[in-house]
């Protein structure tokens, strides 16, 4: 049997039985150490073809989504960062260049959250790599994992989807979305290029749930898709959901840049949007919305059913979200 016959979850599920049942199926590794605080762990390997090129990323930007990946999936598991490792993999005819311009796009996007580069390890490759390990602290009781989502439990999600689609698209056929004001294209391409960890959402659901100790918060980050994170969420929990089709957030230039199906489509399957898919009781999720203004919104709710499905009110018709519809390793 090859890899590309069972794909990236088939694969997954056996490499997962390597590993303690506890620590396997989230964003990262919870690990407790003496105090008040657990250690999390996450490790993320960018490659070149697979994760970025040259037609699309610069070395700046590329170092810029190294680290913005593996800060995601810390503030994915409600947790801020202290530091992270780099292991670099480099072919012997790459300039000089292009790695220090690496580095000071890692750099530049760590600076904004204090987070240093503690080390970490260099070796010859016969292609681009880059291997981030990410450290952070949250308190035990504050952790997000995606397996705490009960039926009632509202859908929140951060900022727009489809945006980062959007820009790869732009970047690989710029004839693409000629509405497109100078400012709605730049927006799309940075989307792509240079995402933001959604960190600034921790101390808002801190406030807010400080209080409230015992509430459990389930999610992820949706860097495979807005679909795929709640189908994750739903499958870790064995719950359902019903998302609603016109509440997910999709920004002007996404909508100018393309039609609205496919604009939906982006959203839900696109990947790499890096935002926050959360899942909490109706009224907390209400305050978190309102707390973050226009960058959050509700998009449907956890039923008891498995089924997790899409929900157009306008054309009453009604989906099944999919792992399957987005990006897949091995998988052509």
């Known amino acids: 049997m090859l890899v590309k016959e069972i794909g990236e979850q088939g694969l997954l599920s056996i490499v997962q039985r390597f590993c303690p049942s506890e620590m396997v199926g989230d964003d990262a590794a919870i690990l407790s150490i003496p105090g008040d605080k657990s250690l999390v762990i996450t490790t993320d390997m960018l490659v070149d073809h697979v994760h970025f ?26 947790a801020f960062p202290f530091g992270i490792t780099v292991a670099l ?28 580069i503690l080390g970490g390890d260099i070796c010859r490759s016969s292609v681009n790599c880059i291997s981030i390990t990410a450290f952070g602290t949250v308190k035990p009781d504050f952790a997000i994992k ?22 790869l698209e732009l970047l690989l056929h710029p004839e693409v979305g000629s509405a497109l004001t100078p400012n709605q294209r730049l927006s799309l391409i940075q989307a792509h290029q240079r995402p933001q960890p959604r960190l600034d959402v921790l101390p808002k659901l801190q406030n807010l749930f ?56 982006w959203a839900l399957y696109g990947g790499e ?24 919104a509700i998009i449907g709710e956890i039923t008891s059913s498995t089924n997790v499905l899409l929900i157009d009110t306008e054309s009453s018709t009604v989906e099944e979200l999919s792992l399957s519809r987005g990006f897949q390793h091995f998988l052509s």
């Not at 790459?94 to 204090?114: A, F, K, M, R």
């Open 210 to 265: 400080a209080s409230q100790p015992c509430i459990a918060i389930a999610g992820m980050d949706s860097s495979d898709g807005l679909a795929d994170a709640i189908v994750q969420i739903c499958r870790a929990s064995q719950v359902g959901a019903h998302v609603q089709r016109n509440q997910i957030p999709l920004s002007e230039a996404l909508q100018t840049c393309v039609n609205p199906q496919q604009a939906v489509n």
């Open 146 to 167: 995606r397996s705490v989502a009960r039926p009632g439990d509202v859908i929140v999600v951060t900022g727009y989807h489809g945006d980062s689609r959007a820009g």
């Open 273 to 296: 949007d890096f935002q926050l898919v959360l899942s909490l009781p109706k009224l907390l999720g209400e305050m978190l919305v309102q707390h973050l203004g226009n960058t959050a």
């Open 53 to 78: 090129s040259d037609r699309t990323t610069s070395a700046f930007d590329v170092g810029w989504r190294c680290a913005a990946v593996n800060l995601s999936d810390l503030a994915a598991m409600g």
């Open 89 to 116: 993999g480099i072919t012997e005819n790459q300039t000089v260049d292009w790695v220090e311009q690496l580095y000071q796009g890692l750099t530049t996007c760590l600076n904004q959250y204090q987070t240093p």
